[in-house]
């Protein structure tokens, strides 16, 4: 089923997620189209508990989704449609739900919010976990470093969800996920380009400086993707919480080393607009501070871990359960 998906996802993602739609995506033109598809396909509600995928399956096509760069808030809206559950279902299924962060001191405007200017229906995380419904009335656009809608919203009609998922450490996954992809054609765009490229008659990645950036490159690809793998598999456990943890400090320090490698692969042709080099660097430099950044989920591990006590922290790394 995973595969399946995954590959389903991909035919999609390849024909729609072309350079253009995402520069019209950065001008703030919602990506109908693709969203049409995906909602044509029944993707738009594979991560509801009666679809037939399990979280797994919904975490390998984020992956698919960051490795394409889909200018869409596909997490977001597959979350928000699970938690939304029978709430969800007044309106047109292509509808877009997505999801936000309830303001600490007020919970009514709602912020970070992908594509709220486009949703029929917000759900909001609060910071203890806490997951409520609204539904938008007003909007102030904003966007991330990587150009993608991240809006302010004014919500009302506000109403409790009974979910008894982990809501932040979920949507951490997703950002782990996403760029677990992201990082994946950030590597494939400095190989291809490294054997295009030549210098001194001969093809750059001939040079044995080059050879070992990208070697770097590959082992930080492979470890977060690893990560990522191993937080998806504690789904449901109790280690879920820490092993996003891990996953997304991992991701987090791999998206710092990568991004700089390859830019540096690329030379000056890799900071032009022009390039598609930037669409995925900029998305993995906005994700990596989305769902919380590292420093806070690697304080939230080191807690653990110092709670714990000596004699058991080595158990703690070295095992699955």
């Given amino acids: 089923m995973e595969q399946m998906l995954a590959d389903a996802a991909e035919r999609i993602f390849r024909d729609q997620c072309a350079k253009e739609i995402l520069d019209a995506a950065e001008e703030g033109q919602f990506p109908a189209r693709l969203w049409q598809l995906l909602c044509e396909n029944g993707f738009q509600l594979m991560a509801m508990p009666d679809s037939g995928a399990e979280l797994a399956d919904v975490f390998a096509v984020l ?96 109403e409790p969800l009974p979910c008894a998922e982990p809501a932040p450490a979920l949507l951490a996954l997703a950002r782990a996920a996403q760029s677990a992809g992201a990082l994946e ?72 080393l990568v991004a700089e490698a390859v830019h540096q692969v690329h030379g000056a042709m890799g900071f032009t607009y022009e390039h598609q080099l930037h669409h995925f660097t900029r998305r993995l430099w906005a994700w990596r501070d989305e769902c919380g950044s590292e420093t806070y989920w690697q304080a939230l591990l080191g807690r653990r871990l110092c709670a714990l006590g000596a004699d058991q922290v080595w158990d703690f790394l070295a095992t699955s359960s």
């Fill in 63 to 158: 992956r698919v989704a960051g490795r394409f760069a889909a200018p869409l808030p596909l997490a977001e809206a597959l979350l928000a449609n699970r938690w939304l559950g029978e709430e969800g279902g007044d309106g047109p299924t292509d509808a877009l739900n997505t999801v936000g962060l309830v303001a600490e001191d007020d919970n009514t405007h709602w912020r970070d919010v992908p594509w709220g200017r486009a949703a029929r229906r917000i759900v909001g995380v609060a910071d203890d976990g806490g997951v409520f419904a609204g539904t938008p009335v007003a909007v102030t656009q904003a966007v991330n470093l990587a150009g993608e809608p991240r809006d302010q919203v004014e919500v009302q009609d506000v």
């Fill in 185 to 256: 054609r950030v590597l494939e765009l400095g190989i291809g380009y490294a054997l295009e490229r030549e210098q001194f008659g001969r093809p750059i990645a001939r040079f044995q400086a080059v050879q070992h950036m990208l070697a770097m490159v590959a082992a930080e690809v492979a470890a977060a993707g690893r990560a990522s793998d191993a937080a998806v598999a504690a789904i449901g456990s109790e280690r879920f919480a820490f092993e996003v943890a891990a996953a997304k400090s991992r991701v987090g320090e791999a998206v710092g």
